[in-house]
């Protein structure tokens, strides 16, 4: 069992930059894989990005290549998404998930066990 907290959404004008952080406890997140998947008013949830945290191995949505960037850090059993030139059409509530396999690499939500609360991400024009 893991519980996944993210955080650092907020308001950013179009051509900013945030960058969101997933916080795993319960168990080391180096056993996981872990995806962002995002969820805006009125449409399904979509994938973003995944990693492997052990390798590091990385996959990006179309939409997300050139601008987010996933990364983690086993040590302190964070997931994060830089995310780069934002666009009004990022605007989403953002969702950590992750599922127990190091080797695992999906873009379905079906793929994922666990998830977080999300947090929201505004981007204005």
């Known amino acids: 069992q893991v519980q996944l907290v993210e955080s650092g959404g907020g308001l950013v004008q179009a051509g900013g930059s945030l960058r969101l952080s997933c916080v795993a406890s319960?168990?080391?997140?180096?056993?996981?894989?872990v995806g962002w998947f995002r969820q805006a008013p009125g449409k399904e949830r979509e994938f973003v990005a995944t990693?492997?945290?052990?390798?590091?191995?990385?996959y990006y949505s179309n939409s997300a290549k050139g601008r987010f960037t996933i990364s983690g850090d086993n040590d302190k059993n964070t997931v994060y998404l830089g995310m780069n030139s934002l666009k009004p059409e990022d605007t989403a509530v953002y969702y950590c998930a992750a599922r127990l396999d190091p080797g695992y690499t999906s873009t379905s939500r079906s793929g994922y066990d666990y998830w977080g609360q999300g947090t929201q991400v505004t981007v204005s024009s």
């Open positions: 319960g168990r080391p997140f180096v056993r996981y894989a």
């Open positions: 990693i492997r945290m052990s390798g590091g191995t990385t």
